[in-house]
């Protein structure tokens, strides 16, 4: 079946500017997950989504940033006056529940100029 | 958190076995023991977990100690693709917040010599 799918798969953008990056999770999984990545680094946890709801914010690195989900499917995450420290791999997760297993999609490389 | 300690690196031949400890003293009862790779520039990939009891499936086979304070990774016949980083994670699915995320360490980047 379909895996977890993310676009655009690489992003170059000026310092600024706002950027959406998009989820498609495995269909029926009602968790979904945000991380980054930055070079070099592991992966730092941003947002959990249950369905559409967000109960865990908490790795959200500023304001700047935020995110949704509608229809317990597609999620954006949104960049808002984006800094060259946002360059990273943005990588979303989904499981069929919060504690089931989480299956990654192949992330989107944003570049800051 | 409870957290795991890898070596930094691994070096196996082509259809060799390749075992990748991983060193976790103060796991608490609940931690499940993961394994995630990551592939050059790509997203990690899941590879195995289990609670107390070994396991196998497709990809690899996951022994845990008795004592649950370490386990390995085996992969039994390593090809190039197996190149990868391949990171060994607690994860307690009970707790409200921590069990949110996956928390990746270092990982031990395994290198394949054909």
């Known amino acids: 079946g379909a895996g977890v799918s993310q676009s655009p798969s690489n992003k170059v953008t000026e310092k600024g500017k706002d950027v959406e990056l998009r989820c498609d999770p495995i269909?029926?999984?009602?968790?979904l997950y945000w991380y980054r990545q930055s070079l070099g680094q592991g992966l730092e946890f941003l947002i959990y989504?249950?369905?559409?709801?967000?109960?865990?914010k908490s790795g959200l690195p500023s304001d700047r940033f935020s995110a949704e989900r509608t229809g317990g499917s597609v999620s954006t995450l949104t960049i808002q006056r984006t800094q060259q420290e946002d360059s990273a791999v943005y990588l979303c997760?989904?499981?069929?529940?919060?504690?089931?297993?989480?299956?990654f999609g192949p992330g989107t490389r944003l570049l800051v100029l | 958190d409870a957290k795991t300690t890898q070596p930094n690196s691994m070096e196996s031949n082509e259809e060799e076995p390749v075992h990748l400890p991983c060193n976790h003293s103060?796991?608490?009862?609940?931690?499940?023991i993961h394994w995630y790779r990551q592939l050059p520039s790509q997203g990690p990939e899941y590879v195995i977990h289990g609670l107390t009891s070994n396991v196998n499936n497709r990809m690899a086979s996951l022994a845990i100690a008795e004592d649950r304070k370490s386990s390995t990774l085996i992969l039994h016949r390593a090809t190039l693709r197996d190149a990868a980083v391949y990171y060994c994670?607690?994860?307690?699915?009970?707790?409200?917040?921590?069990?949110?995320?996956?928390?990746f360490g270092g990982g031990t980047r395994v290198l394949v010599k054909p």
């Open positions: 103060t796991i608490s009862g609940t931690d499940y």
């Open positions: 989504f249950q369905g559409n709801s967000a109960p865990d």
């Open positions: 269909s029926g999984h009602t968790a």
């Open positions: 997760a989904s499981s069929a529940h919060r504690k089931e297993t989480q299956y």
């Open positions: 994670i607690l994860r307690d699915p009970s707790e409200e917040a921590a069990g949110n995320k996956l928390t």
